[in-house]
């Protein structure tokens, strides 16, 4: 079921009625029940499997307070990337495992091996091997409460691409749940109503103005439409993940469970440090404290002076490579990551030479400079996030070749916009459109990000007239697009 | 959810919402249906549905019946029709031969076998009392199995279903709203193919004249191997020898001579004047004679009429299996308009 489907937000609303009617001792249960149900919508398969991992992790836990806790520690580690392995890349071990049991005499097509990804389960992972190192080094208890435990894995509002929670803070949250209140049901609506404005308006729209064969074939088109088409998909895939996150954090507040925060205006960065404090925090968060950190403490144990090189290049590249596998493996992710990496260790490098300034205390002008620059470097990342990495290189090709920048005819065509745009629009159309067609989206995209630069709930300081307008010309916009066809997935579902 | 804002009341906001939206909406119907509007908005309209030549059809149609004051013969069927029948050389020949002015319009609809022009039959009859309809048909049209996707999903709209007598929100909008009709051909405006699709949509507006006809702009000389390639197509060597006449068709044939006959019209069934070749295709169980046998039996009861295509026109006025060129059509357009002629008087 999709969370944007008014089915899922009508059966959210009576679940939620039904949750705050019931006594509190069977709230935990039948937040369970509600989970499962919402699982089951993609597929009941999925309920046993979390329910197995789900049981390990539990037991490994327990074992935890007991002895021989590092080979428990990394039995558990293994067994969930064993698990994420099995189910996210079947696909390349799959021919191979046919072909040997096959050779074994046993029949076994590459059909009985095409596995269904669990939904979530990328995201599931990660955080089960965090509750385990956390077990094993004593930051919390080993969780009892088998219901606890199971809700941590099937939350529905966090199952599908999280955020990802660390299980001391979530479990509290689940024991003490926010009482039901006025400010607390406005707050909520306000994220449902900017999560479901940025993945419905902004990011449905974006995707579906870039053309269907961009991302094969980028070849076919001029550097300027490659140039505005990566900026409308660096927004599209930004406005996506932000509106889903929007949405499922205003329906677990509804439930008096606050999620994290995942992303703080990422675009207005003004270097890569702050971009990873402001992008999918959650995630990277836990790499920062389960690969960063350690790796670096590993590594001051071995080379102790702190101006070795190895402490600025290794643990950022290992970090944003693991970020890369992590999001798929393939070769594209992983200069995805390496990209990222590179770029931090490009920065350490300058703020080691011209001395670490935090981006507040640079000149107002340098700041908006360093924002765009940023955001440059991170959309060119974007395309092997998207492609393969053979063409990933074509569109950047494209995109830098001045061959590819026909300056001249945008001038005609421009000029014929102003002069006759009533006439010869098949000219002029194809050209000028996706510049509009991106304008028209990502600057509300970016007025967004301005009023909540400061305060996520800056819309609810305003009059109530002019809260009003706004909802009302949300609404309006919302109405012409639903009669577009342009309905889609969200794209971190897909890890 | 920690916050220095505080929300303000939340209720106000929601009713100022509802207000303004209100506003809105009334402020751009009011625009739409001004008269302004009629002097500087673009004269393309829509309903939402994504057969736009349909719907270039209903609001030609609608333009047509402004212009002349009503519709005397309404031409329908698939592109066959769209592409055959030139209602100006009907009209010409009226007038020629009786003095009279007669008002014909074809509102053939791509994609559209029997069981699709039965519904669209209801909605044009209701709207506009014409007093014969002349369905140009093959053989397909008999053919239950026959259900091509395009008419299925022009059936399934919103709007359709609404004037089809189905309560449906968004057909009642469409319908009622002068606003979003005028939207409603820029929707897609958000799509990299918007250019594409709407360009063929204002290239095809232009295109079909003022009383519905859609002149095929090829210029296809179909030789001997262009023929022979017809002879094995999948088209002919599957397709046809697997045609049967279907009872849900020929039961549908009766439900559209009643539908007329209730609304006072006169049916007039016309066999399409197919490319020859078709008529070596059908080698299976139904050949023409039983086409035009069960046509004739049909409606002949109930006071329908049946006429059989006529010998003479040439392969050369064919594009293809089917359809025909410039010349085919106003040579397909003379010889129903000398059978209507001999049918039908206009009573105004």
């Known amino acids: ?476 916009a919302l109405l012409l697009l639903a009669l577009t066809d342009t309905g889609a997935p969200f794209i971190y579902q897909g890890f | 959810m920690t916050s220095t804002s505080s929300p303000k009341r939340p209720l106000h906001s929601l009713f100022f919402a509802i207000l303004f939206f209100l506003a809105l909406a009334g402020g751009l119907e009011g625009a739409a249906r001004s008269s302004w509007a009629a002097g500087h908005l673009p004269r393309y309209r829509s309903f939402g549905n994504d057969h736009y030549q349909f719907e270039i059809k209903w609001f030609g149609l609608e333009r047509y019946v402004a212009r002349h004051g009503g519709v005397d013969v309404l031409i329908l069927g698939n592109s066959m029709a769209n592409t055959g029948v030139d209602p100006d050389v009907i009209t010409a020949l009226y007038a020629e031969q009786t003095g009279r002015p007669v008002g014909v319009y074809n509102f053939g609809v791509e994609g559209l076998t029997l069981h699709g022009n039965l519904a669209l039959a209801a909605l044009l009859l209701e709207e506009y009392q014409p007093e014969v309809l002349v369905f140009v048909a093959d053989v397909r049209d008999l053919d239950d199995a026959n259900l091509p996707n395009s008419e299925a999903r022009l059936l399934s709209d919103p709007w359709v279903r609404y004037r089809l007598g189905e309560w449906t929100l968004a057909g009642w909008l469409f319908d009622h709203s002068q606003a979003l009709q005028v939207y409603l051909p820029y929707r897609n405006w958000v799509r990299a193919d918007f250019p594409d699709t709407f360009y063929n949509y204002l290239y095809r507006a232009v295109t079909i004249t003022e009383s519905g006809y859609e002149p095929d702009t090829n210029t296809i000389t179909l030789d001997e191997a262009a023929l022979n390639e017809i002879r094995n197509s999948a088209a002919c060597t599957q397709y046809y020898p697997q045609i049967e006449i279907g009872a849900g068709r020929l039961e549908e044939l009766r439900a559209l001579l009643a539908l007329a006959n209730r609304h006072g019209a006169r049916l007039i069934v016309a066999e399409m004047p197919v490319n020859p070749v078709v008529y070596e295709c059908m080698t299976g169980a139904v050949n023409r004679a039983d086409f035009q046998q069960a046509m004739t039996e049909t409606l002949a009861p109930g006071g329908g009429i049946f006429l059989p295509a006529e010998p003479g026109l040439p392969v050369e006025a064919h594009i293809d299996m089917h359809h025909l060129n410039r010349q085919g059509a106003a040579a397909f357009s003379r010889q129903l308009g000398l059978a209507l002629l001999g049918l039908y008087t206009p009573s105004r």
């Not at chain 1, 064969?213 to 996506?240: C, I, Q």
């Not at chain 1, 080379?303 to 190895?310: D, G, L, N, V, Y």
């Not at chain 1, 026909?406 to 916009?417: D, H, M, Q, S, V």
């Open chain 1, 1 to 476: 079921m999709s969370i944007t489907s008014p089915l899922f937000f009508a059966c959210a609303a009576l679940f939620i009625l039904a949750h705050w009617k019931l006594p509190p001792r069977l709230r935990l249960p039948w937040l369970l029940l509600g989970s499962m149900a919402f699982l089951a919508t993609w597929s009941w398969q999925f309920i046993l499997v979390l329910l197995v991992v789900t049981a390990v992790n539990y037991g490994l836990g327990l074992r935890l307070a007991g002895p021989r806790k590092r080979l428990i520690l990394w039995a558990g580690i293994l067994f969930n990337l064993g698990v994420l392995l099995f189910f996210k890349y079947h696909r390349f071990y799959a021919p191979a495992l046919s072909a040997f049991l096959s050779r074994l005499g046993i029949a076994a097509g590459t059909g009985a091996l095409g596995l269904l990804m669990p939904v979530g389960l990328s995201f599931l992972t990660i955080q089960f091997i965090s509750y385990l190192v956390d077990v094993s080094q004593g930051r919390i208890p080993p969780e009892k409460d088998a219901l606890v435990f199971a809700l941590y894995g099937y939350y529905f509002p966090k199952l599908l691409s999280g955020p990802i929670e660390r299980a001391g803070e979530f479990f509290g949250r689940l024991r003490a749940p926010a009482a039901p209140s006025g400010e607390r049901l406005t707050r909520s609506l306000s994220l449902i109503l900017v999560g479901l404005a940025r993945k419905v308006l902004l990011a449905d729209s974006l995707n579906a103005l870039l053309p269907a064969d961009l991302f094969e074939n980028p070849g076919l088109y001029p550097g300027p439409l490659l140039a505005v088409w990566l900026l409308a998909y660096a927004f599209a895939l930004y406005n996506d993940f932000a509106g889903y996150t929007g949405i499922v954090r205003g329906v677990s507040a509804l439930l008096g469970i606050d999620l994290n925060l995942n992303f703080r205006v990422p675009y207005f960065a003004r270097n890569f440090t702050e971009f990873w404090t402001r992008w999918h925090i959650s995630l990277s968060n836990w790499l920062r404290d389960y690969i960063f950190f350690p790796c670096s403490r590993f590594l001051l144990k071995r080379f102790p002076r702190r101006s070795h090189p190895i402490h600025i290049l290794l643990p950022p590249l290992l970090t944003m490579l693991v970020s890369g596998l992590w999001h798929g493996l393939s070769w594209n992710m992983l200069l995805w990551g390496g990209v990222h990496g590179l770029y931090l260790i490009l920065e350490r490098v300058i703020s080691l030479v011209k001395g670490r300034r935090a981006p507040g205390e640079l000149p107002g002008g340098l700041q908006v400079l360093s924002a765009l620059g940023v955001f440059a470097c991170v959309a060119l990342a974007w395309l092997p996030f998207r492609m393969d990495a053979t063409t990933a290189l074509q569109y950047l090709q494209g995109l830098l070749s001045p061959a590819n920048w026909p300056l001249a005819e945008y001038k005609i065509y421009l000029a014929r916009f102003v002069a006759a745009y009533r006439y010869s629009p098949e000219t002029w159309m194809p050209w000028i459109l996706p510049l509009l067609q991106t304008a028209a989206f990502v600057l509300p995209g970016l007025f967004l990000d301005r009023l909540q630069y400061r305060d996520e709930f800056a819309f609810l300081k305003w009059k109530p007239w002019l809260q009003g307008l706004t909802l009302a010309l949300l609404a309006l």
